[in-house]
């Protein structure tokens, strides 16, 4: 019995020892410039809340383009306008002009990503309008995995390398209207 005392003795007062860490005094602002961090000051963003990248890469359709479609070399370009929750979480605002077929995919979602420095994964879901010419707009799910790189002396240079499958629906049995995009990301964060 008296084993037990002392075990559940040891085991009380390793769980009270966090609430001594509880009673540290707030910090205060009047320091050098950082040092209230951890503290309760101020919110360190790691170079903003907002990001603008431009996409390129290839993008190559599943099926042939509609008849009377524009054709093109299998490449598109984009843009992405980002809000960041946090460092693991965004809100993507992107746009994208496939030059093969003339397919505009304006999207939004949200991504997740890894904690890391300077290297980190992510995975996203958008949805939103697809443009297919001949055809008309579609609603269209874009699934996205990738790593970014965050660069610059503020972490405030981005380069990313993602794949993103894009799905206009409905989907035919054997995804043929299905775009496939592999792309490189260059933005700014402020």
Same mark, same amino acid.
Not at 85 to 103: C, E, I, N, T
Not at 181 to 188: A, Q
């Given at each position: 019995?008296?084993?037990?005392?002392?075990?559940?003795?040891?085991?009380?007062?390793?769980?009270?020892?966090?609430?001594?860490?509880?009673?540290?005094?707030?910090?205060?602002?009047? =320091?050098?410039? #950082? *040092?209230?961090? &951890?503290?309760?000051? @101020? /919110?360190?963003?790691?170079? %903003?809340?907002?990001? $603008?990248?431009?996409?390129?890469?290839?993008?190559?359709?599943?099926?042939?383009?509609?008849?009377?479609?524009?054709?093109?070399?299998?490449?598109?370009? =984009?843009?992405? #306008? *980002?809000?960041? &929750?946090?460092?693991? @979480? /965004?809100?993507?605002?992107? %746009?994208?002009?496939? $030059?093969?077929?003339?397919?505009?995919?304006?999207?939004?979602?949200?991504?997740?990503?890894?904690?890391?420095?300077?290297?980190?994964?992510?995975?996203?879901?958008?949805? #939103?309008?697809?443009?297919?010419?001949?055809?008309?707009?579609?609603?269209g799910l874009s699934p996205q995995v990738g790593a970014d790189l965050l660069l610059g002396p503020?972490?405030?240079?981005?380069?990313?390398?993602?794949?993103?499958?894009?799905?206009?629906?409905?989907?035919?049995?054997? #995804?043929?209207?299905?775009?496939?995009?592999?792309?490189?990301s260059l933005g700014y964060r402020f």
């Amino acid at each position: 019995m008296e084993r037990h005392a002392r075990v559940w003795g040891a085991v009380a007062l390793v769980a009270l020892l966090p609430l001594s860490v509880g009673a540290q005094e707030r910090g205060r602002t009047d =320091g050098p410039e #950082g *040092s209230e961090y &951890g503290k309760g000051g @101020y /919110q360190d963003l790691n170079g %903003g809340q907002f990001s $603008l990248e431009f996409n390129w890469g290839a993008a190559i359709n599943q099926g042939s383009s509609p008849a009377g479609a524009p054709e093109g070399p299998p490449l598109f370009i =984009g843009a992405t #306008g *980002s809000f960041w &929750g946090d460092d693991w @979480y /965004q809100l993507d605002f992107s %746009g994208a002009y496939v $030059l093969d077929g003339g397919r505009l995919n304006l999207l939004v979602g949200p991504r997740f990503r890894t904690y890391g420095w300077p290297l980190s994964l992510h995975a996203g879901l958008k949805a #939103g309008a697809i443009f297919i010419p001949e055809v008309g707009p579609r609603f269209g799910l874009s699934p996205q995995v990738g790593a970014d790189l965050l660069l610059g002396p503020r972490d405030d240079i981005l380069l990313g390398l993602a794949y993103a499958l894009d799905i206009p629906l409905p989907a035919w049995s054997d #995804g043929r209207n299905n775009t496939h995009r592999v792309f490189m990301s260059l933005g700014y964060r402020f």
